[in-house]
């Protein structure tokens, strides 16, 4: 089993964590303390849940963490969706950097869910 901290969906997440609390900062005062709030909330829900789905070892558990986690991954998306839109990023590398970062975690969460469906727990 691996450290949580050396999977690479955990440093993706938490790359991702560090540019919206960086962008956030530059948001409108409206967006900082509403949406940007719930972003870093939900990205660090995220993070916690990675956590958990590599460490429970219970029949299911891992399935049901990674399920959770791709509800509050989706909120966030939905999230950052709404910061583009309403022009919140200020500059557009950090936004390209966002949605690079974004879809790595996808990828991987969805081949773990995947990958841990097919498995059974030892």
Same mark, same amino acid.
């Given at each position: 089993m @691996?450290?949580?901290?050396?999977?690479?969906?955990?440093r993706?997440?938490?790359?991702l964590l560090l540019e $919206?609390?960086?962008?956030?900062?530059a948001f409108d005062k409206t967006y900082k303390y509403v949406v940007g709030e719930r972003m870093v909330n939900h990205a660090l829900n995220c993070v916690s849940l990675i956590?958990? @789905?590599n460490e429970d070892r219970r029949k299911g558990a891992r399935e049901e963490h990674l399920d959770k986690f791709l $509800?509050?991954?989706d909120i966030l998306k939905t999230l950052i969706m709404v910061c583009r839109d309403r022009r919140q990023f200020k500059k557009d590398s950090v936004l390209a950097d966002i949605f690079m970062l974004t879809a790595d975690v996808?990828?991987?969460a969805g081949a773990w869910r995947r990958s841990?469906?097919?498995k059974p727990e030892s």
């Open positions: @691996a450290l949580t901290e050396d999977l690479n969906i955990y993706s997440m938490y790359k $919206i609390i960086d962008a956030r900062n956590h958990y @789905a $509800i509050e991954f996808e990828n991987q841990a469906a097919r």
